[in-house]
């Protein structure tokens, strides 16, 4: 089987901003926030303080998978330079999207560098309240007239609008909202990461949310779903009872697989990311060739 990874990080330098201040590395794959905590965030099969595009590519190749979409955000600092040296050197298995603060004095010079410039042709905006725009600016709304700039921009110049909105009840998920300027840019591709990001327990606020966004416009990507039903495990049932339910609610034409590597890695294998999708036993072969690869392949690469 085909597999596109819709959702991969390359790292440069860990350099990320979150709701705990400063993220920086320490030593054997780990960072520190300005909060004294320290946690893992890189593999070892990855780096000790850096994820280069080579060090993805040999996890791609040990698993079959062709190419990779490299997004970013808060989290490990935006790396949009690093994304387009990658995607230049390595342009037959890399598109990737560019990041920026729409709070910055000079956005107007930011966007016209990235993506008249560069010419990026995705761009990815995490706004969740952990690590993403509102962990360091106050609450904004996701109709509000900061993403509405934003979404104009980028309807503007023809980009597809790739969107972490964080976890259910935080202040940053706000599926309403997103579903109005979603309605506003109805010719504009929308990616919403993480399938939403439902914990255990969530089941019926995902259908609700599903039916909201379930829009000719719209996909979703399943990076990192199966690590936020914690503490289950590999074959993780309830994650897979929500892609099941993603798939008929939505159909699977509006989903695309992705890992969330490397930072997910630290927490189970890329191949249980595959096989998690890929031993399904509830889905259609056809319908998972379109979850790894067609669907991917259509909005990424045009074809």
Known sequence: MKIIDAHAHVVQCIAGTGSQGELRPCGGGRAVYATGQTFQILPPEIGEYAAPPEALLRVMDAHGVEKAVLLQGNYFGFQNLYTYEAMRAYPDRFTGAASYDPFSGQVDKIRAHLFDELGFRIVKFEVSSGSGLMANHPPLALDGEVMDAACRHAADRGLTFVIDIGKPRSVSWQVDALRRTILRYPDMPFVVCHLLSPQLGDGELLKQSLDKLALPNVWFDLAALCLNSRPETYPYPTARSYL???????????????????????????????????????????????????????????S
């Open 244 to 302: 099941q339910m993603a798939v008929e609610r939505l159909g699977a034409e509006r989903l695309l697989w992705g890992s969330d590597m490397p930072s997910a890695m630290t927490r189970d294998t890329y191949r249980h990311f595959i096989d998690f999708v890929a031993d399904h036993p509830a889905l259609r072969q056809a319908d998972k060739q379109r979850i790894f690869y067609d669907n991917a392949q259509a909005l990424f690469w045009g």
